[in-house]
């Protein structure tokens, strides 16, 4: 990078030699195809579908609405609501554990 200084830690560039910062997209993505190939999951397979199901899966299992938000990072439960609470209704397919084995 022109203008800083940049190093490199276990396959992932690091802004300044500290951790936080961007990583190399490419490495990035050869670490999900690694892990998906070793996973035997699709190559469709997103890890954000994974996360909308985690959190459909949560609030139908009856959690706390602000502790599913707050783990999500969510800017507040309304959102989480606003944004999933139709999925609990329409009972909208969700990717579960037993999908994986």
């Known amino acids: 990078m022109i203008g800083s200084v940049t ?3 276990d396959g992932f560039m690091l802004y300044r030699g500290e951790a936080g910062g ?3 997209p490419e490495k990035v993505s050869a670490r999900w195809r690694t892990l998906r190939t070793r996973l035997h999951l ?3 397979f997103r ?3 994974w996360r909308h199901s985690k959190v459909t899966n949560d609030l139908e299992a009856g959690e706390n609405p602000v502790e599913v938000s707050a783990n999500v990072r969510h800017h507040s439960p309304g ?3 606003a944004r999933y609470g139709h999925s609990r209704k329409a009972g ?3 990717l579960g554990l037993s999908s994986l084995v």
């Open 22 to 24: 961007p990583q190399d």
């Open 42 to 44: 699709p190559d469709d």
């Open 47 to 49: 890890t954000h579908g």
């Open 79 to 81: 959102y989480t609501m």
């Open 7 to 9: 190093a490199e830690r």
């Open 92 to 94: 909208a397919r969700r």
